[in-house]
């Protein structure tokens, strides 16, 4: 058995351009009620954190491409990218 | 009147280590039950890209670090972090 290694991965999804936001339109609506005039766009998305174990970068970046297309993100309305930040 | 440059901001809200995190818990759950054994821990954080008009970096980022502080983040729980990504 091959062994594995602690890793750390900072997955973003965020939505496509041209997909409405309602969320990210409110919290500009909120900011300029704020005061905060210079707010042009906001767009909202999520912040996934994953710890595993895997036997090498390689299969790693191949894992959490498999969980970002089969549960993390919506890939016909989102994008999503993974980064690899250390163990 | 100084002139004002379009920016880009990309916050990153995560919570603190130590609050429990239940998102982040179904999404692991979630994970191991689609078959990602490797996954040892899952956290979920909010991600807000802010388009802006600003006179410099840092009336942005002073700015920015006021938004975060009113509304973005609940400083009690969690963290937040901005980076300026360009126009």
Not at 10 to 24: A, E
Not at 30 to 41: K, Y
Not at 52 to 70: H, N, P, S, V, Y
Request: charged content about 25%; glycine content about 8%; aromatic content about 4%.
């Amino acid at each position: 058995m091959e062994a594995r290694f602690p890793m750390k991965a900072r997955i973003t999804v965020t939505l496509k351009s041209g997909v409405l936001d309602p969320q990210g339109r409110a919290i500009a609506n909120a900011l300029h009620s704020l005061g905060f005039e210079s707010v042009e766009d906001v767009r909202q998305g999520k912040l996934i954190e994953v710890q595993l174990k895997a036997t090498g970068e390689e299969q790693a970046r191949a894992e959490l491409d498999a969980m970002c297309k089969q549960l993390l993100a919506n890939t016909v309305i989102e994008n999503y990218r993974v980064e690899l930040v250390g163990g």
